[in-house]
């Protein structure tokens, strides 16, 4: 079913129970549950190598968990996919910059799916697509080739296409990297505007400024949950330490978080 | 101008050179709409590739009296899958992978045609034959050229963002695994026929050199397609008048155009060229970097 706007039926956006996952026999996600319901903005905090972007992929179905279920609007993966629910905009972008298309055909890529198997945009693609990028600010920019754009300017049409896309749920991995105070003050706000109109958002950052400022919830991870919920109750200095104190985490077996052993469904 | 005249004219009386005329046109359409997601994926290696590993297939279809379209075609496609399989099960890298795959399997096919008896004429699969094509030559190509551009067009945009961006289209449910195998598939087919023109040993220039070519006159896809097209049609039948004057190899002369037009393009386009690069900064070519 199309719909621009993320429907609203079920107030739950993302479950993720007992996931595990690893990458040749190496655990890079131990045992992490959450659940995130409508309107939320999730910060998921972790040291480098903490899981963070492996998370967005197994939440993506990018990595196959080794144990765990996960469900997107209450549907599994690959039904959220094609339902377009998910929005993914990676850490590193992997395209090549040189590509020859603009900014207008990058942000009517997130309409693809919604399209006919020709893929020939309608009056309410390009509507989408004009609307996402004025909300970006980058209208103006729409004929540029996409490697002539700044690298704020980059980051904001990759949004631009999650917003076209009109996906109810945003993963965004550490958008805030390499971006100048005024994209970052931008990005904020749409990030803001997004959880008023009942989408769910969730952002990896190592910066901690940004947690307290305009995020709702708050994930602390190290291969696994350490901690999870209202921004003020997990933010406290116990949690921080526990959270980027790995090493030593790691050194005294009787400090991590209870695994709890494959409760495997 | 009449000399002009009876330049182009004359050899349209011949048979032969009308219909190596209508099959490299198509031919060339097909390989230069291929060519553009060749250049931009960086997949020529893969094509030289492929267009050498179909060689045993081409032999076996002959002796067993086959299609050789469909020879040509398993080997193509086996040949890409067994890339795929080692490179996923060993650490070696994939340019070395390519190589030895399918100097594995154009050695195959030499030594199947140097022992099976039969009355082909190992020149003609190595430099093509287009001048002396066969009816059943041309029917194979027009079929095998009408099924790959209706794919490309048909899915255009979908293999346009795999080629960009493979992460977002898998996040909108697009299924990467099968448009890079059937992008490979196009390439497989797209090899057999540019075979029927320029030979296996050339026909890579068919799959890349256009393609680089438009590349560098523009930055929208669309007008790439169409620049690339334009450029191997048009090196295509200025490189069989030119053969049939000069009496020189037409798959030769084909390149030779097709490499020429790239040339040109290098030095002179608009933006991309040597030329509006160094009016543009005139200080950093005169010191090229490392
Ligand atoms: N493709 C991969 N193959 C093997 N190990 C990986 C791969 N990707 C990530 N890892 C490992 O998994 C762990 C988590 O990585 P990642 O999710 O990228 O962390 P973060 O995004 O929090 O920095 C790290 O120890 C990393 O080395
Ligand atoms: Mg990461």
């Known amino acids: ?265 | 101008m009449t000399a002009v005249l009876t330049w182009l004219v004359e050899p349209l009386q011949q048979e032969f050179m009308v219909r190596a005329l209508l099959v490299s046109t198509l031919v060339s359409c097909v390989c230069g709409l291929l060519s553009c997601y060749m250049t931009l994926k960086g997949w020529a290696l893969m094509g030289d590739a492929v267009s050498h590993a179909v060689m045993p297939g081409v032999v076996i279809a002959y002796a067993l009296n086959l299609p050789f379209a469909v020879g040509a075609f398993v080997f193509g496609v086996g040949s890409v899958a067994l890339i795929g399989y080692i490179k996923q099960m060993t650490r070696i890298k994939e340019d070395t992978v390519i190589g030895l795959v399918f100097t594995g399997f154009f050695a195959l096919g030499l030594t199947l045609i140097s022992k099976v008896r039969s009355n082909i004429d190992l020149s003609h699969i190595l430099f093509g034959n287009v001048l002396g094509i066969s009816s059943s030559d041309i029917l194979q190509t027009v079929v095998i050229s009408l099924l790959v551009l209706t794919v490309l067009v048909v899915l255009r945009k979908d293999l346009l963002l795999f080629c960009f961006d493979p992460t977002h289209a898998r996040s909108i449910g697009l299924h990467t695994g099968v448009l890079h195998y059937l992008l490979l598939s196009m390439l497989s087919l797209a090899a057999v026929a540019g075979l029927q023109t320029v030979g296996i040993i050339l026909v890579v220039a068919m799959l890349v050199t256009p393609g680089a070519t438009a590349y560098l006159l523009t930055d929208r896809f669309d007008r790439m397609v169409w620049l690339s097209i334009l450029s191997a049609v048009i090196s295509s039948v200025a490189g069989i008048y030119w053969s049939y004057w000069m009496d020189a190899s037409t798959a030769g002369c084909i390149v030779l155009v097709q490499t020429l037009l790239f040339l040109l393009c290098f030095l002179l386009a608009p933006r991309h060229g040597l030329l509006a690069q160094r009016r543009r900064s005139p200080r950093a070519s005169r010191f090229p970097s490392a």
């Open chain 1, 1 to 265: 079913m199309p719909s621009r706007q993320p429907h609203l039926c079920g107030n739950e956006r993302i479950s993720v129970r007992h996931l595990c996952v690893e990458y040749h026999g190496v655990v890079a996600v131990h045992d992490a549950s959450l659940h995130l319901n409508a309107g939320t903005i999730c910060a998921l905090v972790g040291m480098n190598g903490a899981g963070k972007s492996t998370l967005f992929k197994a939440l993506m179905g990018f990595v196959r968990p080794s144990a765990g279920t996960i469900a997107v609007n209450g549907l599994p993966l690959d039904q959220a996919r094609r339902a377009r629910a998910v929005a993914y905009v990676p850490q590193t972008e992997s395209v090549d910059w040189n590509f020859p298309v603009n900014v207008h055909e990058v942000v009517m890529m997130g309409r693809y799916g919604a399209m006919n198997l020709l893929r020939i945009p309608r009056p309410v693609d390009r509507e989408a697509v004009k609307e996402a990028l004025d909300r970006v600010e980058l209208w103006h920019l729409r004929d540029r080739q996409i490697g002539a754009l700044s690298g704020g300017q980059r980051k904001r049409a990759f949004l631009a296409r999650a917003l076209a896309q009109g996906a109810s749920v945003m993963l965004l991995d550490e958008p805030f990297n390499g971006v100048d105070i005024r994209t970052e003050k931008l990005m904020i706000e749409l990030f803001e505007q997004f959880r008023r109109e009942g989408r769910t958002l969730m952002i990896s950052t190592h910066d901690l400024s940004h947690v307290t400022s305009f995020c709702d919830q708050v994930v602390l991870i190290n291969k696994t949950v350490l901690a999870y919920g209202e921004t003020s109750s997990v933010f406290t200095s116990e949690n921080l330490a526990l959270t980027f104190g790995g090493l030593r985490l790691e050194a005294s077996p009787t400090a991590t978080i209870d695994p709890d052993p494959r409760q495997a469904p």
